[in-house]
């Protein structure tokens, strides 16, 4: 494969596209539960987006090569050990390296094995496409995902704790002698589903195509 | 006993899945547009948790924890694989929600219509995994108390889809803002439970 058409016009929308019109949390519905439940600060989130990145991309490519051999009645068999083989691996690392992080995330590494959103990608796009394009489509999804995870950390840490990466930011700017507080319900469980709300509202606002008619 | 009972309530509601933990959100939010079909997969998790958790507590008593070896030889009382843990839960997981479906398929042809799609959906739903981790990091003292908290945890996620449900069936006869129909009012109505259900959190058990 030249490098012209690796980067074609098609290649670049299996990139941007999962980034918004179809967002793996926002529309696709894939990979929720772990995207609300450590979302509570940015650095556990940036560190599972990471481990997503990384397990779905390797898991697309893995499954496309054996794409062909792969009988479709056992394919989701094949499919959680292909994941559950590469989740080991990202765990054993984080232990390894980042060992308070992990600690935080706790069962969350290894329900990366039955985050939806790859077995829902190697299911839709894996089995279907050659090697080059589904890693494409994993690095895009991965990105669509880590993206939203970001930015409801990034309100839930600021509004909640005051903090971002653990850094002061609202203390430093003086805001609390103005007689601000931190709203600590940002930082309950509850508050996740709500700001992901707001923001398929926003999203849908903007974009009218996406809108749901019951 | 009175262990047991605290165990089981405090799966229910203290530590619900859906409202604490956000475990099983993918079909809790795909399967919620009407209260039958809600009713048949909350009654599918209640049956396969409290099926692999008990399953997965022998796994986890006998093979993966460490030193759980010494029962073969003395040998391997440094042995250990919970490294393995994941990759054994899950099959252990996938096999037994294959076996139950086609036991099911045998023996009783109406409850496999009423629960046999939702089968296959749940092996890859995170309650299910989420359930047999928690299990493993609370580290529960013995089989019945493994039991009783994959029941409990059932039965929370079963009322919590079942209530979403229920709500979403009214809320269509509303003038929801077109963006926010269908997903986003289901996440902030979910929100809303939750903050319900957290007034459970204060009681001591």
């Known amino acids: 494969m030249s490098k012209n058409s690796f980067l074609s016009k098609k290649n670049k929308m299996l990139l941007s596209d999962p980034l918004d019109d179809n967002n793996p949390i926002t529309v696709q519905v894939l990979g929720i539960c772990s995207a609300l439940a450590i979302t509570v600060q940015l650095k556990p989130a940036v560190v599972m987006a990471l481990s997503v990145l990384v397990v779905l991309s390797v898991a697309n490519v893995v499954v496309s090569l054996m794409r062909k051999m792969i009988p479709s009645r056992i394919r989701i068999i094949v499919f959680l050990v292909v994941i559950a083989t590469l989740v080991i691996l990202v765990d054993q690392v984080l232990k390894a390296f980042v060992y308070d992080v992990s600690k935080e995330l706790s069962v969350f590494v290894g329900l990366i094995i039955t985050n939806c959103i790859i077995c829902g990608r190697l299911e839709a796009f894996a089995m279907a496409n050659p090697p080059g394009k589904a890693f494409l489509d994993g690095l895009g999804n991965s990105f669509g995902y880590g993206i939203i995870l970001i930015i409801v950390a990034f309100f839930r840490e600021l509004l909640g704790a005051g903090t971002l990466f653990g850094y002061p930011v609202l203390e430093k700017l003086g805001v609390y002698d103005l007689g601000y507080e931190n709203n600590g319900m940002m930082i309950l469980p509850p508050m996740a589903l709500v700001t992901v709300g707001v923001l398929i509202w926003w999203q849908r606002a903007r974009n009218e195509k996406l809108i749901e008619n019951e | ?205």
Do not use: H
């Open chain 2, 1 to 205: 006993m009175q262990e047991l009972a605290n165990i089981f309530i405090k799966s229910i509601f203290i530590d619900n899945m859906v409202f604490a933990y956000f475990l099983g959100m993918c079909s809790y939010l795909a399967i919620s547009k009407t209260v039958k079909t809600s009713v048949g997969m909350g009654a599918a998790v209640i049956f396969v948790l409290g099926i692999t958790i008990p399953f997965n507590y022998l796994l986890e008593k006998y093979i993966l924890k460490e030193g759980a070896l010494v029962w073969i030889s003395n040998d391997f009382i440094d042995v250990d694989l919970s490294f393995l843990s994941f990759i054994m839960f899950i099959a252990v997981i996938a096999s037994i929600v294959q076996l139950v479906e086609m036991v099911i398929e045998k023996f009783s042809p109406s409850l496999y219509s009423s629960l046999g799609i939702f089968l296959p959906l749940i092996a890859v739903n995170c309650a299910i995994l989420g359930g047999s981790l928690f299990m493993q990091e609370r580290g529960y003292t013995s089989i019945v108390e493994a039991t009783v908290f994959g029941l409990g945890s059932g039965v929370g996620w079963f009322l919590a889809i079942v209530g979403i449900a229920a709500i979403r069936e009214k809320i269509r006869y509303s003038n929801v803002p077109p963006a926010l129909r269908g997903l986003g009012i289901t996440y902030i109505i979910t929100g809303l439970m939750g903050i319900a259900f957290m007034s459970f959190m204060g009681i001591k058990l």
